[in-house]
């Protein structure tokens, strides 16, 4: 629970900060390196397949993680409904344990 906190905690001061920053107004548009708007400037379609490759580069990691964790999850939860399913699942507490009695009983 603490680190919870200390998460929610983190992403609050995160958002405020970035909030404050649309506010002030210091976020500045990007603007391309003077080489890649000379190169834009041409009516070439080398530079509009360059920028395509460059985007499919960063969609593919991006799809290929989240595709495993879809098929991790799904994966997770068809095990769960298996087991509850054949009564494997134990839904009962676990017995105390001998450190959690009070060693005054003995």
């Known amino acids: 629970m603490k680190s919870n ?26 603007s391309a390196c003077p080489m890649c ?8 379609a ?6 395509y490759s460059i985007l499919f580069m960063l969609a593919v990691p991006g799809t290929m993680v989240g595709g495993m964790a879809a098929g991790l ?11 509850a399913e054949n009564g494997l699942v134990d839904d ?3 017995a105390a344990s001998p450190q959690d009695t009070d060693s005054s009983s003995v």
């Not at 708007?37 to 070439?44: L, N, S, V």
């Not at 080398?46 to 920028?51: G, I």
């Open 5 to 30: 906190n200390r998460l929610t905690r983190w992403l609050l001061i995160v958002a405020i900060a970035f909030c404050a920053n649309l506010v002030s107004g210091n976020l500045q548009q990007a």
């Open 73 to 83: 999850v799904a994966v997770s939860r068809r095990e769960s409904a298996s087991l």
């Open 37 to 44: 708007k000379a190169a834009t400037e041409e009516d070439d």
């Open 46 to 51: 080398k530079p509009r397949a360059y920028m």
């Open 92 to 94: 009962e507490l676990p």
